[in-house]
């Protein structure tokens, strides 16, 4: 696993855009580069679900992008059991040789925030999506440009021979908040 001088030399090449050498509090969780990881921001776009009836049907993205309203602000009010998409405001380039991995904030986690795994595969490229669900039995307001997930580095045997680019992800070079493809 990386430390944090290997994080910040990783980042000097263009890994993590734009990085932060150290941890701030502005906004409640802080942000920036820890001693076993980096704590990503939250942008300032999310997609808010739209109650509705019917079944979701994964085989029609269509569908799937019509469920949510796009919201740019400085804040929001997550009432409880809403489930939004967000973007990391860092755009990520992980390199052949590294594999991240994305994990939840105690802070946020001991505010009923349910955060899943979420990896950052080698050649990857792009704005991390996060699915944010708060089980808090009251509100929560969240800020954009606060602290939102932390993503652990992980370093592969070596180069691997077939990275997310070579395979065509789908999620390739995405910026800011996008559905399910």
Known sequence: MLNDR????????????????HKRRELG???GLGSAGYDCRLGDTLWIA???AGIVDVAD???????????????????PGMFVL????????IPRDLVGLCIGKSTLRRLGHVADM???????????VLELNFTLPR???IHAGMGICQVMFDELAGHCVRDYGDLKGKYQGQTGVVGAR
């Open 29 to 31: 969780p802080s942000y």
């Open 61 to 79: 993205p269509r569908m799937i992008e019509e469920m949510f309203d796009p919201i740019q602000a400085s804040s929001w009010v997550l009432m």
């Open 139 to 141: 509100p929560v307001r």
């Open 6 to 21: 290997e994080i910040a030399h990783r980042a000097a090449q263009g890994m993590i855009t734009p990085f932060c050498d």
């Open 86 to 93: 967000g973007a990391t405001l860092e755009y990520f380039a």
């Open 118 to 128: 979420t990896p950052l595969e080698p050649g990857w490229h792009g704005n991390l």
């Open 50 to 52: 739209r109650p509705g």
